[in-house]
Every structure is written in C-alpha cells, then in structure tokens.
C-alpha cells in the first residue's frame, strides 16, 4: 500500500472516500466498473482518513466512528435545476484552499468548487455558499473555521461562508440578502447576511464584499442542505431525553446542558448530545464534546445554516431527524439544547410542538435572574412539561439564587448537581435503563 500511496494526491485520495461513501449510503447503481478499483483502496484510505486531520471530513469521522449497525447517513445531495443565470469565473484551486473556510460549510468537500456565479441579477438562498473579501473589521475580528479554530481577520481576506439569517438579541438581527451586494459577516460560524438591527452595546458587523456563489463543474450552487443528514425510518428505541431551555441567550444554556453531559459521563454512560435551533456556530459543540458527549449533531448537520423564520413543520422535520440520527448511535440518553428564550418565535413554536412534547421526557431551565426563572417556570408546566430542575447563569449570583429559590417551590441547582438529578430521575429506574416502549419519532 505504500506505493499506491505515493501514486494519489490528498484530492484524489478523498474523492476515493467520497465514492465509498455513496456506495455504501446509496447503493451500487451509481458507479461503473471501476468500483472494484474503489474497493481495492477503501480500507487503506478510510484508516488514512481517520488518522489524519482534515475539517471538511470531521462531521462524517464523528458519525461513522459513533454508529454500531446501520450507519448515520451522510450525503443527502440535493440534484437542483440549474437556474443561474450570471457569469461562471473560473476559481483556481489554490485560491480555492487559501480562504480561510468557516464552520457551517465544514460538512462540504470544497473540492467540488470548480467556479464562481457572479452577476447583478443573482439572488443568493440561505445555505448557498460564497467566497467573499473582508472590507471592513467590525464585531467579528475572526472567523470559526471548521476545526474550531478561530481564525483572525484582516482587510482583503477572502473567506467561504454561506448565507442565512440571524436571531441574536444580544447582537444582530439580519437577513438573506435579494443579491450579491456588499453584505455582512454576523456569526463567527460563517453566516454572511444584511444586518437590519444590533445590540447597542456591541459594534458595527464586520463588512464583506461577496465575490460569487461557489459553484460545481456542471455550474450548479452548492449549498449546504446538499450535504445534510438524511432523515431514518428508525425503530431504535429513543433513550431518556432531557431538553435545556432558557430566559434568552446567554442564560446559561450550553454551560448546563454541558454539566449535565458531564455528569452522565461520569456514570459511565453513552451520552448523545444535539442542538435544535439558533444561528450556526461552532462554540456549542465543542463545548459539550469537551464535556464528553459521544457524538453531537445541530441544525447544520441538517442542512440549515440558522433556523430563524423556517416554519414549524420543516423545523419538526430537523428535529426528526436529529433525534433518528442520535437514536441511531443507541446512546443511554439524549441532552438537548433550544436557542434563545421561551418566546422566541422559533423556540416557541417547538415547546408547543407535539413531535417535540411527545419526545422529551424531562425540562431544565436556565434563568440569569429570580423573575425570570419563575416565569419559565410558570410556563414550561402550564404547558404540560415535566420540570426537572433551575439551572444557568443565576448560579453565579447568591443574592439572585435565593430570590429564585424564595419565589419557587424548587430549589437551584449547578449544571454538575443537574446531571446527577437527571440521572437519578430518569436513568436509575428500570424502565428507563431498557427503555422498552420508548420509540424514536419518524
């Protein structure tokens, strides 16, 4: 194998990979004689791939590496009619590997980016990637690449992100641009959108200038809802799950449902981990995998590079999906975390959802002060959801805990104790060990 080694470059050693993946994922219609070739090389390249770093690969190491029988699916490339109607500039491959690519559009082969679509009249999608210059250093002075490294920023960098909305009361509002204007850069995953609002307490959004949609050989856009999980007609039994909510961003959400990971891990038990909705980004799952899950999906794995403004069925259709992909790796329970607060339209939409009810077994609350703790209180069990415990960044403040522990009939605890009760609530009875009648949703 070491001379078959020499005779591949990286590309082509990966496009090997990709061909194995197809096969295995969609079946042997697609490929001609030269599959058996393929075959001949799969084993040495697949263990190439695992031993060596590459981020555009790392979702499908993580899925492959956690899955036991029928593996997470991994390519749901979308075949779309080709509309576009601007002018195709060749992109070199070496221009193509030097912009710093961001996170949300780790899940796509850059390889596959023959061209650029450029033009007045093109009107990008969310999830449509493009390669644009940095004009202007504003609130984001690096970009999350797909690693997790954050990556510094400078006038006349060209970076590869992708377009969507954002939901941050704590920093912007913004929206799909209607064309390839100059825009903005207002996530650190790489969400490039027209700012309409911000927090006043933050600065103007870092500016870029799009250069064109990234584009196929066949002069197709890619898109990252091309590369999404697949959903699964699965009957693997769904395990205890427990969802985080909040008052509203930076609540304490992602540092609790990190405590509870932790804690279950220390029991020794195969803790999957997922978040449904928010504005793409790595910092949330590196945070709980530093925890210890055993494998975590989002909403980008899916295909989504933000869920603000999508519409209740497509958002029940992620979480479906999320749930069938984790609920396919057979862990011991599920930790999930919904963005923003209780009334956020989206976050709303879901705590009413009966695909979502039906599929949680216990709530945590994550308050920044006593009101708003008993509010969330007051509305989780109006709505018919059991409440197992306060949590969040109320923790940090003594006199704020026990104004919350005053005012309700339960009482604070830290994200570590929040995985404790977990365990004993959920996972000590013997029901819940085997979750017997427990059936993931499809």
Known sequence: MDGLDNCFSVPEKKNILYEFINLVFCGLESFDADSVTVFIKLFYYTFWFFRNEDSSLSIWRLKIMSSTSASV????????????????????????KQA???YNVRNIPLEIAHSLLKGDDIQPDAGDLVLARVVNIGQHQRIELGCGRRAGLYIDDEIIVCYGARYAPDQFEAYVPQSLAACHLVAAGGIAAECANRHN???????????GLLVDAEGNRINIRDWSLKSLSTKKQRPPTVAVFGTSMNAGKTTTAAG????L?????NVAAAKITGTGAGGDRWKLVDAGADIFLDFTDAGLSSTFGIPLQQLESIFSCLMDNLCQTQPDV??????????????ANILNSEVFKTSVDGVIFAAREALGAEQGAFVLRKKGYSLLAISGAINASPLAKREAENALDLPLFTP???????????????????????????
């Open 334 to 347: 599920i930790v999930l975390e919904i963005a923003d607060g209780l009334y956020q339209r989206e976050t």
């Open 201 to 211: 307490r933050i600065k103007p959004a870092t500016e870029i200038l799009p250069l």
């Open 100 to 102: 710093k690519a961001a």
């Open 265 to 269: 891990k220390t029991k020794g038990l």
């Open 73 to 96: 699916s991994l390519n749901n490339k979308i075949v779309r009619k080709n509309l576009n109607l601007g002018q195709i500039e060749e992109l070199p491959k070496k221009r193509l």
């Open 416 to 442: 570590e104790e929040v995985g404790e009760l977990v365990f004993e609530r959920l996972l000590t009875a013997s029901d819940a060990v085997q979750p017997k009648n427990r059936v993931a949703q499809s």
């Open 260 to 263: 509870v990971v932790h804690r």
